[in-house]
């Protein structure tokens, strides 16, 4: 496939579809209909080879030989870091870090930044729409340094309160930490207003772009966060490779997070120094065919244009949201002005996994549970829903395939 940069307004899926090669197969006598790219997306050949190449031309570790295959890798890997922070718009390289993870990166964040500034009485922000991974790394820091955790409401509609926010930002928050589109909801919230109103009161936010970065335009220095996270498992790269973009600044003043090769700069039994931001926050050998499988798949992600992929998922996202709720039964979870990627729905006395159970009988991959978001589902008083959450890749045919599925289930359950 070869779009030139930033010129597609439409996508051309037939083309992309044949750059993909797991999508090209009968799922219990069906075509694939995979509708579970919130949970992970489908590589395209580029990707694959990018790893595959790596392994069989260039395996070595990086940072570490003289030799040319170490060389390589090395170049490889750092370059990949230099993409990266060109597709976030970051300023430096030196403020994106390899991780394992969104997971992670939250992680890393919580022990490095936040928990040596905590203290008894402080507080961290989030909100009632985080998935676990911007819930437990607070709750377990809270636990230890005395602290508070508090949680911004939403509304039914699945929207974020932002007169609470304001409210509850005091000179006791040390850091805001929030989901840039909901994983459970697809809720886009409104992070630049949040980055603002926590930065009049000088307080320093965390954005969990997870299921923002495969869907739209992500610019960290627009948004002036100061850290954002994102996997590439879930942006068409490979799993067991994240993100961490840190401003410098604040990157400059951490604590290493984990320790061991490569994020020192000497180490005596009496006493070791530390590397330079971001190799201080990468210990051991680092994912190096991953990250060298994520640049690529960025740069696949721009080769088609964010912006044509947002309009073609935001034009799927229309007609599914219409032809769901024109399926007996069928309730739609939330109602936000602005939804990305991701819809979640019930129906009437059948319980999600039957439903989800259903569909796969007719090929349809859809997520079927709590979708590691519990509070979201206790908001609603539900104990799960079924996700259909889109990618680049889906068709209006494939919407139409899971509503008749759902049609499907309606029969089964009478
Ligand atoms: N959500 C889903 O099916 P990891 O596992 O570290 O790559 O991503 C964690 C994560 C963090 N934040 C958000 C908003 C997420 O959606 C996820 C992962 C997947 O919804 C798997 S639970």
Redesign the pocket.
Known sequence: MSVPAGTATTLNCETIRADFPALHQDVNGHPLVYLDN??TTQKPQAVIDAVRSFYEHDCSNVHRGVHALSQRATVAFESSRTSIKNFLGARDSREIVFTR????AINLVAHSFVGPRLNPGDEVLITEME?H??IVPWQLLCDEKGASLRIVPMTDDAELILEEFEKMISERTRIVSV?H????LGTVNPVEEIIRLAHDKGVPVMV?G??AVPHMKVDVEALDCDFYAF?S??VYGPTGI?VLFGKRERLLKMKPYQGGGDMILSVSFERTTFNEPPHRFEAGTPNIEGAIGLAKALEYIDDLGIDAIQAHEQSLLEHATQAILEVPGVRLIGAPQHRAGALSFVMEDIHPHDIGTILDQEGVAV?AGH??AQPVMQHFNLSATVRASFGLYNRVDEIDALVKGLHSVREVFG
């Open positions: 919130a949970a993870s969104t997971t992670e998935h991974s911007n989901v589109v909901s994983n459970a969990d997870a299921q996997s498992h879930k994240g997520r979708h590691c």
